[in-house]
C-alpha cells in the first residue's frame, strides 16, 4: 500500500526526491489511487496534508512535481476537479510556483473533460494522459483536440495492452 494505508512510507519519498535532486533529475511526488478511485474518499483524507507538508518542504526544489490524483476512476469529473481544488489551493498558499499535474476520470484518460471545464486555479497546472497503444488508440484524437486548449502530460505510457 502507499501513504494512505502506511504513512510510514513518507519518510521514502523525502529520500527519494533528496535522491533525485542529488542526481539532477527530476521527480514526481504521486498520489495513486486505484481502489477506491475516488479521490474525495475518506480512505484519501491525509492527502491535503501530505501536499501541504510536501509543498512546505520543496516549494523552492525546481526538481519536484506534484501529481494529486494519479489514475482516478470510477468518479466524473466534478468530483475529481472538487479535489483537485480543494489540494491546488492548500499547495497555492505555501508554492506559488511547483508544477501541479492533474489526473482526469477513466484511469486519467478523459483530458476532454478538463479542457471544458478547467480548475478553478489553472496556472502551472497540468492535466495527466494515460496511454497505451495495445488499448488507446481511439484516445489520440482528443490529445490532438485538446493540447492546443490545455497543457498535458502523458505521465504513463506503453506500446502493451492497459491491462
Given amino acids: ?8 512510507v513518507k519518510q521514502t519519498v523525502k529520500d527519494i526526491v533528496q535522491w533525485c535532486k542529488e542526481l539532477g533529475i527530476y521527480v514526481m511526488i504521486d498520489w495513486h489511487m486505484l481502489n477506491p478511485g475516488n479521490p474525495n474518499d475518506g480512505t484519501y483524507s491525509g492527502a491535503q496534508a501530505f501536499f501541504e507538508e510536501m509543498a512546505t518542504l520543496y516549494k523552492n526544489e525546481k526538481h519536484v ?41 477513466t484511469w486519467s484518460q478523459e483530458i476532454d473533460k478538463a479542457a471544458t471545464d478547467p480548475v478553478d486555479q489553472p496556472r502551472n497546472v497540468m492535466y495527466t494522459f494515460h496511454f497505451y497503444a495495445g488499448s488507446h488508440q481511439g484516445l489520440l484524437a482528443n490529445v490532438e ?19
Wanted: charged share 15%; hydrophobic share 35%.
Fill in 1 to 8: 500500500g502507499g501513504y494512505a494505508s502506511n504513512p510510514s
Fill in 65 to 105: 512535481l506534484y501529481e494529486l490524483a494519479n489514475e482516478p476512476n470510477g468518479v466524473q469529473w466534478p468530483a475529481v476537479k472538487s479535489y483537485h481544488n480543494k489540494i491546488i489551493s492548500a499547495i497555492r498558499r505555501i508554492d506559488t510556483e511547483t508544477i501541479i499535474i492533474c489526473g482526469t476520470p
Fill in 145 to 163: 483536440t485538446y493540447a492546443s486548449q490545455i497543457p498535458i502530460f502523458v505521465t504513463e505510457w506503453g506500446t502493451s495492452m492497459a491491462s
